[in-house]
C-alpha cells in the first residue's frame, strides 16, 4: 500500500486533484467541473475518480484543499443577513467606507456603484460603551440597551451579529461581555468580534473585516462542516485535514470556521506558493506568476523568490485588514464575456459564464462570446474537445456567438475573435502593472510564470505586451494550484498594536511586545502538535513616518531585542520606503505602529523532481498539425500540435506552434521559441 499525499483546489469552472505518493512521486490527476451551488460535490466527484483508479481512502495520509466558498459568497452577495453592533456616534463609519473614492477603470465608469453594505443601517445598532485611546473605560458598557439591541436584531432575522467597538484591539472586555449576551439571547447567531477577528489599529478596515468575518462566516462553517463529515464518510481516516489560507500557510479544516476571512484567497495563494517553490528549485530570483483560470486571473510578483506578504486588500470592493499573499485579480478568465458597452466599445469581462452555463462552445445554453469560444474559433485551443478528449465541445456554437457580435462590431468572426484577446490581454497587463511598475519593479527583469487553465494559452503574448522576454509554463498548469496545496506548511500569525518611536528608547517596549507574542506563538505550536524542530518564528514591524497614514512592513533581525534591532528597523524602514514610493525622509521621526509574528510548523510536502536530459529533437512529440488563425501572421497557419506528455528534457522546436495536455494548451506564436527543462518545465522565449 502506498501513502498519497492530496491536494484538491476548487475553481469558478473546475476543481483540480493531485495526489502524489510521497515514496515514489507517482502522480495522479483528476479535473472535474465545479459546482457553485455545493462546492464538496466537486470535490467529492474528483475523491471518487481517485478512489477508482485503484487507491484506497485510507492510504491517504494528507488531505489539503484551497476553497473559493468564502469568496464567491462575498462575490454573489451571497452571505448570511448580518447585523452590526458599534460605539455610539459611530453609527455611519461602516456608511463612510472610510471616504473611499472609485479609482482605476472604475474613473471612466459613468455608472460606477459602490458595493453594497453587508451590514446596512438598518441592521445597525449603536452601543453605549466608550474606551479611551489607551483602552482605559470612559463609558461603562450599558449592558440593558445592549440587550435590547440584540432582541431588535433578533426581530429582523439576522443570522450573524458583528461587534466592532471602538479601541477594542486595546482593551477586548466590552466586546466579549457583548458576545456573552448575544450568546445567550441569540445562541443560533454567529458571533464576529473585531478584537478577534483583528486586533489591530485602523477603525474602518477592522469593522469591514469583522463584518466580512460574519457575513460569510456561517456558509464557509455549513460548508466545511459538511465537507469534513463527508471525506470521513468516504473512508478518509487521517488527522490531517487541512485547507489554505489567504496568507499561503494551511489550517485544520476543523479551525476554517473559526477565521473565515483568512480563507478569501486559498486558492490563488497555493498557486504562488508553487510558483515560488519553481523558482527555487529552478534558481529563479525575480518571477511574476500569472494564474488564469475559468473566471479570474491572479498575478503575483516574486522577488527574490518570495511573494509579498499585504497586510490590507480589497476584494470586491471590500477592504479586508489580514495578512495574505499580495496576489492582485482581475475579472479576466477562459469563461470572461464579451459584449458591446453603452459606448459602442468592445469589453471583455468582470462577468464570467463560469461552469454553467459555460462558454457557448460547451453548449449549455450561452449565446454570448466568452474567451475561450474565441480561441476556439481561431483553433489555438483545440475545435473538438478539451481536457484530453473527456470534454466535447462545439466550435460551430462558438463561431455563431461570435458572428452575432462581429456583425454589431462590423468586423470578421477572426478579426473579432482576436479583438477578444487583445481586450482581454491587456485587461491582465495592466494587473501585473499594478503589482510591479507601480512598485517600483520593471517587469522586463522577471520571469513570467504561467499556469491556470488559461494561462499557458495567453502567456507569450501576455509576455509581449509587457516586453518580457521569457515564460515559464510548469509540467501541470492547469492543476498547479492543486500542487501547491502540498508544497506550504502550517501557518499563523499574530499581531499586537502600540504605538511607539523607532528609537533606542522604545528596546524594553519592543522586546515585551514580541515575547507575548512568541509566547501566543509557543501555544499554537503546542496546540497543533509541532515538534520542536518543525517550529518556525518570523518577525516584522508595520512602520510609518510619524504622521504618515499608513504603514510598511519590515523585517525585524533575528535574535534577542536590543538597541541594534531598533536602529536596523529604522534602517530597513528607509531601504523599503525609498523601494515604494522612491525617497526616504531622512531625519524625519519614524513610529512602529504594530508588532507581528509568523509561527510556521513544518508538515509533510511533496517535491518536484528532476529529470535526465533527453537532447533535442523534439519531432517525436507532434502528434497533429491544424490550421490556426494567428494575429502575429495575420492569416491562417498550419501549425504543428506537440503532446506535452511526449515531451523530454532538452526538446527544442519554435513557434508558431501549439502544445496540448489535458489540464491546459499553450501556444507559442512566430517569433518564440520553446524548449523543455530538466523539471519538465516549458520554458518560452522571444526569439531576438
Aim: glycine share 10%; charged share 20%.
Amino acid at each position: 500500500m502506498g501513502v498519497w499525499l492530496v491536494g484538491v483546489d476548487t475553481g469558478g469552472t473546475f476543481t483540480d486533484l493531485i495526489a502524489v505518493e510521497q515514496a515514489t512521486g507517482e502522480l495522479r490527476r483528476a479535473k472535474v467541473p465545479s459546482v457553485p451551488s455545493d462546492a464538496s460535490v466537486a470535490v467529492l466527484d474528483a475523491m471518487d475518480k481517485l478512489f477508482a483508479d485503484g487507491i484506497d481512502p485510507s492510504e491517504i495520509s494528507l488531505f489539503v484543499h484551497g476553497t473559493t466558498v468564502a469568496t464567491n459568497a462575498l462575490l454573489e452577495g451571497k452571505g448570511v443577513r448580518t447585523g452590526l453592533m458599534i460605539t455610539r456616534g459611530f453609527r455611519a463609519v461602516y456608511e463612510a467606507r472610510g471616504w473611499s473614492q472609485p479609482k482605476g477603470a472604475d474613473l471612466l465608469d459613468t455608472f460606477y456603484q459602490k458595493p453594497p453594505l453587508l451590514a446596512p443601517q438598518w441592521l445597525t445598532e449603536e452601543v453605549s460603551e466608550r474606551l479611551d485611546y489607551k483602552g482605559e473605560v470612559v463609558t461603562p458598557l450599558d449592558e440593558a440597551a445592549l440587550r435590547s439591541s440584540v432582541e431588535r436584531l433578533k426581530e429582523k432575522g439576522v443570522e450573524a451579529i458583528a461587534v466592532c467597538f471602538l479601541f477594542s484591539f486595546l482593551n477586548p472586555a466590552h466586546e466579549r461581555r457583548a458576545a456573552e449576551i448575544v450568546a445567550e439571547i441569540a445562541p443560533e447567531c454567529r458571533i464576529s468580534l473585531s478584537s478577534h477577528v483583528l486586533p489591530v489599529i485602523r477603525e474602518y478596515p477592522r469593522l469591514s473585516t469583522t463584518v466580512i468575518d460574519a457575513y460569510v462566516g456561517p456558509k464557509i462553517a455549513d460548508y466545511l462542516t459538511r465537507l469534513e463529515q463527508r471525506l470521513i464518510a468516504r473512508g478518509l481516516k487521517t488527522p490531517q485535514l487541512f485547507l489554505m489560507q489567504s496568507n499561503g500557510g494551511l489550517m485544520r479544516i476543523s479551525l476554517g470556521a473559526r477565521h473565515p476571512n483568512q480563507t478569501l484567497l486559498s486558492g490563488p495563494a497555493a498557486g504562488v506558493i508553487a510558483g515560488a517553490e519553481l523558482a527555487r528549485v529552478t534558481r529563479r530570483q525575480h518571477v511574476i506568476t500569472f494564474d488564469m483560470g475559468g473566471t479570474s486571473t491572479d498575478v503575483a510578483l516574486l522577488q527574490g523568490g518570495r511573494c509579498r506578504l499585504a497586510a490590507e486588500a480589497t476584494v470586491h470592493g471590500y477592504p479586508i485588514k489580514a495578512p495574505m499573499l499580495d496576489i492582485h485579480t482581475v475579472g479576466a478568465g477562459g469563461g470572461s464575456v464579451a459584449y458591446i458597452d453603452s459606448g459602442g466599445l468592445l469589453k471583455v469581462g468582470p462577468r464570467s459564464a463560469g461552469a454553467d452555463p459555460g462558454p457557448a462552445c460547451y453548449d449549455k445554453g450561452n449565446e454570448e462570446p466568452a474567451v475561450t469560444d474565441a480561441n476556439v474559433v481561431l483553433q489555438t485551443l483545440n475545435p473538438e474537445h478539451l481536457l484530453g478528449g473527456r470534454m466535447k465541445i462545439r466550435r460551430d456554437l462558438a463561431e455563431r456567438a461570435m458572428a452575432r457580435l462581429a456583425g454589431r462590431l462590423g468586423l470578421g468572426v477572426p478579426q473579432t475573435a482576436q479583438g477578444i484577446l487583445s481586450v482581454v490581454t491587456a485587461n491582465m497587463a495592466r494587473a501585473i502593472r499594478v503589482i510591479s511598475v507601480q512598485r517600483g519593479h520593471d517587469p522586463r527583469d522577471y520571469a513570467l510564470m504561467a499556469f491556470g487553465g488559461a494561462g499557458p494559452l495567453h502567456a507569450a503574448r501576455l509576455a509581449s505586451e509587457l516586453e518580457i522576454g521569457r515564460v515559464l509554463v510548469p509540467a501541470n498548469p492547469g492543476i498547479l494550484c492543486a500542487i501547491g496545496l502540498l508544497l506550504t506548511d502550517l501557518r499563523a500569525d499574530f499581531a499586537r498594536t502600540r504605538l511607539m518611536p523607532a528609537t533606542e528608547a522604545s528596546t524594553a517596549d519592543v522586546a515585551e511586545g514580541f515575547a507575548i507574542l512568541a509566547a501566543r506563538a509557543e501555544r499554537w505550536f503546542d496546540q497543533e502538535g509541532i515538534g520542536a524542530a518543525d517550529r518556525r518564528i518570523a518577525r516584522t514591524a508595520d512602520m510609518r513616518y510619524h504622521g504618515q497614514n499608513y504603514e510598511l512592513s519590515v523585517a525585524v533581525p533575528d535574535g534577542p531585542v536590543a538597541k541594534a534591532t531598533l536602529q536596523a528597523l529604522a534602517t530597513g524602514f528607509a531601504d523599503v520606503h525609498r523601494q515604494r514610493y522612491g525617497f526616504a525622509a531622512d531625519g524625519d521621526p519614524v513610529q512602529i505602529v504594530t508588532l507581528r509574528v509568523e509561527a510556521t510548523g513544518a508538515v509533510r510536502k511533496a517535491e518536484l523532481p528532476a529529470h535526465p536530459e533527453a537532447g533535442p529533437d523534439a519531432s517525436g512529440a507532434i502528434v497533429q498539425r491544424r490550421p490556426v488563425w494567428l494575429a502575429e501572421a495575420g492569416d491562417v497557419v498550419d501549425a504543428p500540435v506537440y503532446g506535452r506528455e511526449a515531451l523530454r528534457p532538452g526538446n527544442r522546436f519554435a513557434g508558431p506552434a501549439i502544445v496540448e495536455q489535458m489540464d491546459a494548451t499553450t501556444l507559442v506564436p512566430p517569433g518564440w521559441a520553446a524548449r523543455v527543462d530538466s523539471y519538465l518545465n516549458l520554458i518560452l522565449e522571444a526569439v531576438a
